[in-house]
């Protein structure tokens, strides 16, 4: 793949970037060891200082940069003004909690280990981590990996999607403009033929990746060579389940916009929508008309709900998805033709759409949907419910719609997934910890667990 900035608007070529050559690499790569010596020996209150100066400087470039992502991958203007806040709180909610999280922990009876006088563990940095990141949220991607690697002392390098290269470089000069030392943070512009060499450099200490099953396989398996940690958070096909308890106009509210936000291209959209037969017809045509109502067309225009695919092979793979479940008997509720949003551009536009009565042989029954096409399914009780969202090979998360107390139970419980967001919307925020079972990988970012995933835990134990 070219890197380069495609409009997903237009389709046309705004900008292209040559890669980076072994010799670029090379100098990058020991800039970041070098800079990790560096880093470690600083104090927790300077590098709190310097993160909450790269959260400031997101909020002076706000405007430019919420530009730029949007040309680059095609979500509305306003939920990439939206991206760059919360950017701006994750940076703050590590500066400052770093420092507790990662705090030495004593026995207070040390005497039961082995005699000893004292004892514990602490955290300490492990060196320069590999981060290959993708294009559907350009910005929050990289810095829920980039604050707390940063603030626990380790070096990052970014190997970025190659269609966001000017999301990237400016990343790339972000933390350095922010007071870090040269190299603390850098980007990589290589392709993914790149990964493997470097993740076998032994000045490489970790990986971590966010995107695809196929590429998460690739990365594990290049990191088991090594021996190396890596932390992989992959695609997902949440369930979104409605009993008949719930306050259905809410439900409706909240479903529109997890399953449309960021045109449909997240990992943690909600994707599946189980309905309990009570209130599976009223449901229903609320969301169908809700979803109708809906603006596609030009992200940059603050009017518009729906932008682009970001790639042309995304919206192709989508309307594949859509034509096998169609051809195999599902029905179309609303969209599933791109004639549809014809006059919204030259771009790669799809309509939001809603297809039910699917198949179990249809291949979005297990395959993920990075777009806005909504699978409705009906369950006949409880039980059926809970079958149905456990029948992915996906367990990234989950949302459930309930005013029963023991429904909420059964389902917090019942559910195979990294997570369950009960009566409100699936999210990542700096104050849990996010990630997935199953094909949706393993290990977690954010909170305080996102903080010590790269770090050595190592005991201390004095006679």
């Given at each position: 793949?070219?890197?380069?900035?495609?409009?997903?608007?237009?389709?046309?070529?705004?900008?292209?970037?040559?890669?980076?050559?072994?010799?670029?690499?090379?100098?990058?790569?020991?800039?970041?060891?070098?800079?990790?010596?560096?880093?470690?020996?600083?104090?927790?209150?300077?590098?709190?200082?310097?993160?909450?100066?790269?959260?400031?400087?997101?909020?002076?470039?706000?405007?430019?940069?919420?530009?730029?992502?949007?040309?680059?991958?095609?979500?509305?203007?306003?939920?990439?003004?939206?991206?760059?806040?919360?950017?701006?709180?994750?940076?703050?909610?590590?500066?400052?909690?770093?420092?507790?999280?990662?705090?030495?922990?004593?026995?207070?009876?040390?005497?039961?280990?082995?005699?000893?006088?004292?004892?514990?563990?602490?955290?300490?940095?492990?060196?320069?981590?590999?981060?290959?990141?993708?294009?559907?949220?350009?910005?929050?991607?990289?810095?829920?990996?980039?604050?707390?690697?940063?603030?626990?002392?380790?070096?990052?390098?970014?190997?970025?999607?190659?269609?966001?290269?000017?999301?990237?470089?400016?990343?790339?000069?972000?933390?350095?403009?922010?007071?870090?030392?040269?190299?603390?943070?850098?980007?990589?512009?290589?392709?993914?033929?790149?990964?493997?060499?470097?993740?076998?450099?032994?000045?490489?200490?970790?990986?971590?990746?966010?995107?695809?099953?196929?590429?998460?396989?690739?990365?594990?398996?290049?990191?088991?060579?090594?021996?190396?940690?890596?932390v992989l958070e992959l695609g997902g096909s949440d369930p979104f389940i409605i009993m008949p308890s719930a306050d259905l106009d809410k439900a409706v509210e909240?479903?529109?916009?997890?399953?449309?936000?960021?045109?449909?291209?997240?990992?943690?959209?909600?994707?599946?929508?189980?309905?309990?037969?009570?209130?599976?017809?009223?449901?229903?045509?609320?969301?169908?008309?809700?979803?109708?109502?809906?603006?596609?067309?030009?992200?940059?225009?603050?009017?518009?709900?729906?932008?682009?695919?970001?790639?042309?092979?995304?919206?192709?793979?989508?309307?594949?998805?859509?034509?096998?479940?169609?051809?195999?008997?599902?029905?179309?509720?609303?969209?599933?033709?791109?004639?549809?949003?014809?006059?919204?551009?030259?771009?790669?536009?799809?309509?939001?759409?809603?297809?039910?009565?699917?198949?179990?042989?249809?291949?979005?029954?297990?395959?993920?949907?990075?777009?806005?096409?909504?699978?409705?399914?009906?369950?006949?009780?409880?039980?059926?419910?809970?079958?149905?969202?456990?029948?992915?090979?996906?367990?990234?998360?989950?949302?459930?719609?309930?005013?029963?107390?023991?429904?909420?139970?059964?389902?917090?419980?019942?559910?195979?997934?990294?997570?369950?967001?009960?009566?409100?919307?699936?999210?990542?925020?700096?104050?849990?910890?996010?990630?997935?079972?199953?094909?949706?990988?393993?290990?977690?970012?954010?909170?305080?667990?996102?903080?010590?995933?790269?770090?050595?835990?190592?005991?201390?134990?004095?006679?």
């Amino acid at each position: 793949m070219a890197i380069a900035t495609i409009n997903p608007t237009t389709g046309a070529t705004e900008k292209t970037f040559a890669a980076h050559d072994a010799q670029e690499i090379e100098r990058r790569v020991a800039a970041a060891a070098s800079a990790h010596r560096e880093l470690a020996a600083t104090t927790f209150a300077q590098r709190a200082d310097w993160i909450r100066a790269a959260a400031d400087l997101l909020g002076e470039d706000a405007d430019a940069l919420a530009r730029t992502m949007t040309l680059e991958m095609g979500k509305p203007i306003a939920q990439s003004r939206a991206e760059i806040e919360k950017c701006q709180a994750a940076l703050r909610f590590y500066a400052e909690n770093a420092e507790s999280f990662l705090a030495p922990e004593e026995l207070e009876d040390p005497s039961v280990a082995s005699g000893a006088s004292r004892a514990g563990a602490r955290y300490q940095s492990l060196g320069a981590i590999l981060a290959v990141m993708p294009w559907n949220f350009p910005l929050w991607q990289v810095i829920r990996f980039a604050a707390p690697a940063l603030m626990a002392g380790n070096v990052g390098l970014l190997k970025h999607a190659s269609n966001v290269p000017q999301t990237a470089l400016y990343l790339d000069d972000l933390f350095a403009r922010a007071g870090f030392p040269r190299g603390a943070f850098q980007t990589l512009l290589v392709g993914s033929d790149a990964i493997e060499d470097l993740i076998a450099d032994e000045r490489i200490a970790a990986v971590t990746l966010t995107g695809s099953e196929g590429a998460g396989k690739a990365v594990a398996a290049a990191a088991a060579g090594q021996i190396k940690k890596s932390v992989l958070e992959l695609g997902g096909s949440d369930p979104f389940i409605i009993m008949p308890s719930a306050d259905l106009d809410k439900a409706v509210e909240t479903a529109v916009t997890a399953r449309v936000q960021n045109n449909g291209q997240s990992c943690i959209a909600a994707k599946r929508f189980i309905v309990h037969a009570d209130v599976y017809d009223a449901f229903t045509e609320k969301f169908v008309a809700a979803l109708a109502e809906l603006t596609v067309g030009d992200p940059l225009d603050d009017g518009t709900d729906v932008g682009p695919i970001a790639l042309q092979s995304g919206l192709e793979e989508l309307e594949e998805l859509v034509e096998d479940a169609t051809a195999r008997g599902a029905s179309v509720l609303l969209g599933g033709d791109r004639g549809a949003v014809a006059d919204a551009g030259e771009g790669w536009f799809y309509p939001v759409t809603v297809l039910a009565d699917i198949p179990e042989e249809a291949r979005i029954v297990q395959e993920e949907t990075f777009g806005p096409v909504a699978a409705l399914y009906r369950a006949e009780d409880r039980e059926d419910a809970l079958r149905i969202a456990n029948q992915t090979e996906f367990g990234l998360s989950s949302s459930v719609w309930t005013a029963d107390e023991e429904e909420i139970e059964f389902f917090a419980d019942g559910i195979e997934a990294g997570g369950v967001f009960v009566n409100g919307m699936t999210a990542s925020t700096p104050h849990l910890p996010f990630g997935g079972i199953k094909r949706s990988g393993y290990g977690r970012e954010l909170a305080a667990a996102g903080i010590r995933e790269f770090c050595n835990l190592k005991t201390v134990w004095v006679a």
